[in-house]
């Protein structure tokens, strides 16, 4: 069997999104976007809906994600991602829009877009990603940096007294009327990336279907903003992050 | 021919909408217009004034400074316009709530007694519709036909059956002007 | 529905005039002295007849966003507001430039800075020709001095911004956005279908078929040299704007000896001034911008030699006068008169202003 004969088609049991191009991807290794993204790509190709998707994309880490995703998207101001989908939804009823926004655009300097968007009740999809910290600005302190954690902007760790406590959004969305699942997730095993896609796939038949605002929270690590290996990473993402940010389905109707 | 007018009093006594009126008219007339109103919270209970310009050509400026018609509904609104009459022109002035009445000689003054004789009549929300008769027995700027088109115009349709009450309220103005030597 | 003539409130004509455009959207939030424009568009309901999307935002910048959104779909998209509220919405302007989306905003000008007053004003004028938001970019700028020039504007505007791929806006105040006069209404035009859009924008963020490259609409290009090309690209634009897009408007200029140059409420109340100055044998003339940006600079250069004077009458300290002052080289006396925070001048003080200026 020689290697034409390997990677024949009827052979194929695993392979790149087709809506992921060949853009060589900017992320540090072990850094959870590239999952998310992935994971993204292959919900709207197999929803049928690649020429109907408008994506929003954040300032952050992820301000280049429309590099990698063969779709149109739009490059929102930061935070403003929500009233940018708001619109391209209301103008345009019947595409399939999605944000995709981290940490301090979605619940820093973006909180009364996503707030605002969710309880109008749009019928779009929120990605976030919760990685508890900035990484593109080089990893200061976030709205969901854990209490005591080192940043480039409490170098001594946060301290709840003077920045205030970790911002738990997703609870706090749930309690809108205008949202229809919230759900938090993650990416470090192929369990919970199974799990993930189930949960970005409902969120996307939520905004087809009209049933309003869907935000699936991705508790993600950064290897790099943290100072970790990707393993060291994981690890303490499982140990420090998930106790305050559990896993799970926080609202569904 | 234009007419440059200013009506002022306090809020609530239908300044804004006689001045609405007027304008409607003209608009029925074919005239030019420009109606602008003071705005903000004086709306609501302190002093309000609108400036109505009809006129047979474009009109330039929609701030003036003076006028050929005052028509003065307190007395803040006669402090501040009274000498903002053009010589020769006309001052209006309802005596209700007047305690200084106006001095100047360079003007014709005439006074309507419409508050008291609305109230007398029972007919005090008609009170901006008997100045109205008033101002327009002496400056006949638009027919009462128009007038009366202004008026259902401007009224949404649910109150078009106090077209009578108001049509009757303008000629009861007519009546009650006066000049004052 | 066909050239209605109505008696409207500038900012009644303005939501009137954008739904007879075909406007896809209005994304707004309350502010004195502008808020029938969104009250108006609500009791109109669009939605029921054209399709047009109305929608009360949370903030102005969540509104320009909204607007932004709408722009890089290709559709025709406003927002309005009032001078703080424009403040908050220049981020927004920026990042539409910079992305080189059209898009519609109305600034009914109020006396600042801060919070300031609720009255007239035209203190916004650097803020909106100068720049604004970040960067080097520009602003069509249209400044109607009439309510029928408020409806024709919108139409103005839209036409403009989607010809050049640019944001433009209404510069108007609370005299012309409160005052009432006769206005004409242009005839209902449908709103555009999809593939109208993808066919005049064929950059539009609609969706990605199968037969062409991803669409995206952004401002970011982190290589500087990219960035460079941009922004000569963007330069080239202006140059072309404003080479064919000036307009602007005189009254009695032909034997003026003494100009008035104001826009908007201020141009209103100098062609009064200008015809009582004429009662008084004073030959005045008004020159009015329509576009402040572009700014008249050839027409008003061209008046350097005939007059002996000038006066620029704003509602501010003094801001266009600059822009006057380029354009005759200083080769003519300039002078300013203007009333600050609000306060409206009446004609006979810019009267006086003129004669002043008499040698």
């Known amino acids: 069997m020689n290697m034409q004969e390997i990677i024949s088609p009827e052979n194929v049991v695993y392979q790149k999104p087709r809506l992921m191009n060949d853009h060589p991807m900017h992320y540090c290794p072990g850094c959870s976007h590239g999952v998310v993204h992935k994971l993204i790509a292959e919900v709207i190709d197999e929803m049928g809906l690649a020429e109907q998707t408008i994506g929003i994309a954040p300032v952050g880490c992820a301000v280049f994600a429309y590099n990698y995703l063969d779709i149109d998207w739009i490059e929102a101001a930061h935070g403003r991602a929500p009233a940018i989908a708001t619109a391209v939804k209301r103008l345009n009823p019947g595409k399939m829009v999605f944000t995709y926004q981290g940490d301090g655009d979605l619940a820093a300097i973006g909180t009364a877009e996503t707030i605002h968007a969710c309880n109008r009740g749009e019928n779009v999809v929120i990605v976030f990603i919760n990685n508890a910290i900035y990484g593109m600005t080089g990893g200061q302190m976030a709205p969901t940096t854990l209490d005591g954690m080192k940043t480039a902007t409490c170098p001594y760790g946060r301290n709840v007294s003077l920045n205030g406590y970790p911002l738990k959004i997703s609870d706090l969305l749930a309690q809108l009327e205008g949202t229809c699942l919230i759900t938090r997730e993650a990416v470090h095993t192929a369990a919970a990336i199974r799990r993930g896609k189930k949960a970005l796939r409902k969120a996307f038949e939520n905004a087809m279907a009209g049933k309003g605002s869907s935000v699936v929270e991705f508790v993600s690590t950064c290897a790099s903003g943290w100072k970790m290996t990707p393993e060291q990473a994981n690890q303490w993402m499982v140990e420090n992050m998930f106790p305050l940010y559990p896993l799970g389905t926080l609202k569904d109707k | 021919m234009q007419y440059e007018l200013i009506i002022a009093g306090f809020g609530g006594q239908g300044v804004l909408s006689m001045g609405k009126i007027l304008a409607y008219s003209g608009l029925m007339e074919g005239k030019e217009i420009t109606w602008f109103p003071s705005y903000g919270p004086e709306q609501r209970g302190g002093t309000a004034n609108v400036t109505v310009i009809l006129s047979d050509e474009r009109i330039s400026s929609p701030v003036l400074n003076e006028y050929d018609i005052a028509v003065i509904l307190n007395q803040p609104s006669l402090e501040k316009f009274e000498k903002a009459v053009k010589p020769g022109g006309i001052l209006i002035y309802d005596p209700y709530g007047i305690t200084r009445k106006p001095t100047r000689k360079d003007i014709r003054v005439f006074e309507i007694d419409a508050m008291n004789t609305a109230n007398r009549e029972g007919n005090v929300k008609a009170f901006n519709m008997i100045v109205l008769g008033g101002v327009l027995k002496l400056a006949p700027m638009v027919s009462m036909e128009n007038v009366m088109a202004g008026l259902k115009k401007s009224l949404p349709e649910r109150h078009h059956k106090l077209l009578p009450m108001n049509e009757q309220a303008i000629l009861r103005g007519m009546e009650l002007i006066k000049e004052i030597e | 529905m066909a050239n209605e003539i109505k008696l409207l409130k500038g900012n009644e004509a303005i939501a009137h005039a954008a739904i007879r455009y075909g406007a896809d959207g209005y994304f707004g939030y309350p502010i004195t002295p ?255 911008p329509i576009t402040l940006w572009p700014f008249p600079t050839k027409a008003l250069n061209a008046c350097k030699e005939k007059v002996k004077g000038i006066l620029v009458v704003e509602l501010n300290a003094g801001q266009m006068v600059e822009d006057v002052k380029l354009a005759v080289e200083c080769k003519v006396p300039v002078a300013y008169y203007g009333r600050l925070g609000g306060i409206v001048p009446t004609p006979q003080e810019v009267l006086e202003a003129l004669l002043s200026l008499q040698v």
Request: with cysteine; aromatic share 6%; charged share 20%.
């Open chain 3, 34 to 288: 502008q808020s029938e424009i969104m009250e108006t568009l609500m009791e109109e309901q669009p939605w029921e007849t054209t399709g047009m999307v109305v929608l009360q935002a949370e903030s102005e910048v969540a509104a320009i966003n909204m607007v932004y959104g709408g722009a890089a779909c290709g559709k025709r998209v406003m927002t309005s507001s009032s001078s703080p509220g424009i403040s908050l919405k220049q981020e927004g302007i920026s990042y539409m430039a910079g992305a080189e989306l059209p898009g519609l905003i109305v600034n009914v000008m109020r006396g600042g800075p801060g919070l300031g007053t609720i009255q007239p004003s035209q203190a916004d004028y650097f803020q909106t020709v100068k720049g604004g938001g970040h960067g080097d970019y520009r602003l069509i700028t249209l400044a109607p001095a009439s309510v029928q020039e408020m409806a024709d504007h919108v139409a103005l505007g839209f036409d403009l911004s989607f010809k050049y791929n640019n944001p433009a806006m209404i510069l108007t105040d609370g005299v012309i956005g409160q005052m009432m006069e006769k206005v004409v209404l242009p005839e209902q035009r449908p709103r555009r279908t999809e593939d109208d859009i993808r066919r005049e924008q064929p950059w539009a963020a609609l969706g990605k078929p199968a037969s062409r490259k991803p669409n995206v609409i952004t401002s970011l290009e982190l290589d500087s040299a990219i960035m460079e090309q941009n922004n000569i690209r963007f330069q080239a634009k202006y140059k072309t704007i404003e080479a064919s897009e000036v307009r602007y408007e005189t009254f009695k200029c032909a034997d003026a000896d003494y100009l008035i140059v104001a826009f908007g409420s201020a141009a209103r109340i100098s062609q009064k001034v200008v015809e009582l100055a004429r009662k008084q044998g004073i030959k005045a003339g008004l020159f009015r």
